[in-house]
Each structure stands twice: as C-alpha cells, then as structure tokens.
C-alpha cells in the first residue's frame, strides 16, 4: 500500500457513496435490460416492458428509481413519457462489463 506517497488520494466519501449507490442499482438484471435499451434510444414505458419481459408497472417502479439515481430522463409527449439514458459513464461500464461476460462465455 502507498500510503506514504503523497500522491495517493482515497475518493472523497461522498463520491464513495454515490458510486455505491450506483453499483447498488445495477445489481438488478431488470434495470440493466432497462438502461441497455435505452442506449439504443428512447422508449415508453410499454415499448420497455416488451423488450425486457416485464410489466409496465413493474418498469415503472425501475425507471422511478433510476430517475431519482440520474441515470434516466422522462420527456413528455402528450400522455407518453418516453425515456432516455442520461449517463454515459455508466454506459461504458455496463458495456465494459456485458463484453467481459460475452468473452468469458
């Protein structure tokens, strides 16, 4: 361990926990077909729930979450809200990590 070399920084707690946070909702294969789609482009919540396998209610409750987390926008349309990916970050680790199990299999 480099704790003498001054260089050596621990995250700030803060980022700790928002980094958790994040882990914390992609440890659910729902929410990441949700976020994976959406990366291919917007959709409603009815167009989310045929892609994934779920029940627009069940697709609702994620999307709420992962609102609340930033990682999803809403854009009304008249009675529609249809859905975007709003992190690019968490894109490239969702990428990097379905490659990593694509090229283990």
Known sequence: MQTGDPDFLLPADH?????TEAFRLLADPTRIKILWALYQGESSVAGLADLVGATPTA?????????????????REGT??????????IHRLLAEALGRVSADR
């Open 15 to 19: 980022d700790v926990r928002l980094a």
């Open 59 to 75: 697709v609702s409750q994620h999307l709420a979450k992962l609102r609340l987390a930033r990682l999803v926008r809403g854009r």
């Open 80 to 89: 529609f809200v249809y859905y975007s990916a709003d992190n690019q970050h």
